[in-house]
Nanobody
């Protein structure tokens, strides 16, 4: 079992910024794709941003130009910088590590954006 430790999140007003971080075991982090998903109440979990081992990011259309995903090889962490947050960004955010055919999930962290 791969344990992912998330931090960050919280409550912010619309237009504000938050940063999420997720730490993974180093031996797997180096060879795994990473990403962030989110799940709002009553909705399905959706992909927000992913980043390959080589550091190539992809974003959901709804967060492009507002969110930035990055990975730090020295700290074995993946981060999600969220700017210009909207109430529609309110959700539980999950870190995911993809290694071959397996995926491992963090416990989730709440992000609430007030209008």
């Amino acid at each position: 079992q791969v344990q992912l430790v998330e931090s960050g999140g919280g409550l912010v007003q619309a237009g504000g910024s938050l940063s999420l971080s997720c730490a993974a075991p180093g031996n797997i982090f180096r060879i795994a794709a990473m990403g962030w998903y989110r799940q709002a109440p009553g909705k399905q979990r959706e992909s927000v941003a992913t980043i390959t081992v080589a550091g190539i990011p992809t974003y959901a259309e709804s967060v492009k130009d507002r969110f930035t995903i990055s990975r730090d090889k020295t700290k074995n962490t993946v981060s999600l910088q969220m700017n210009n947050l909207k109430p529609s960004d309110t959700a539980v955010y999950f870190c995911v590590l993809v290694w071959g055919s397996q995926d491992f999930w963090g416990q989730g962290t709440q992000v609430t954006v007030s209008s």
